[in-house]
């Protein structure tokens, strides 16, 4: 992420705020979202509801994407895993906000992805 000189100036906590802000405004997070829907109203995708299959192959994706950026960040700085574990811990429930299941789960499966980075970091160092 390229940071303009504006963004120099700004605290890491004011940065995070405003990455963690665009993304609820842009459709990565709906507050409504959040709300537990009852399983009666089997709710549909814009394009209809998914199928079995289709959610089958989006489970795969997404752990054949999870495991890309586990080896990606195998070779990342030491820096930018901090900069992760500093944003899970932001979007952690943070005092006065609601904590929503959803986000306290991405904060642990970003801390775990963290983790697992530095498993393959400690045992390349080794060989």
Same mark, same amino acid.
């Given at each position: 992420m390229t940071v303009g000189k504006e963004d120099d100036r700004l605290s890491r906590e004011e940065i995070h705020r405003r990455v963690i802000g665009r993304w609820e405004n842009e459709?990565? $997070?709906? =507050?409504?979202?959040h709300r537990e829907i009852p399983a009666e109203a089997n709710p549909a995708t814009v394009?209809? !509801?998914?199928?079995d299959a289709e959610a089958a192959n989006i489970r795969v994706r997404l752990i054949a994407i999870e495991n890309i950026i586990?080896?990606?960040?195998?070779n990342a $700085?030491?820096? =930018?895993? !901090?900069?992760?574990?500093e944003m899970a811990d932001?979007? $952690?429930p943070r005092p006065g906000m609601t904590p929503h299941r959803l986000t306290i789960e991405a904060? =642990?499966?970003?801390l775990a992805i963290v983790e697992r980075a530095e498993h393959y970091r400690? $045992? =390349?160092r080794r060989h």
């Open positions: 459709g990565g $997070s709906v =507050r409504a979202w394009a209809g !509801e998914i199928g586990v080896a990606l960040l195998a $700085s030491d820096d =930018r895993l !901090e900069l992760i574990r932001f979007i $952690s904060a =642990r499966n970003m400690t $045992s =390349r």
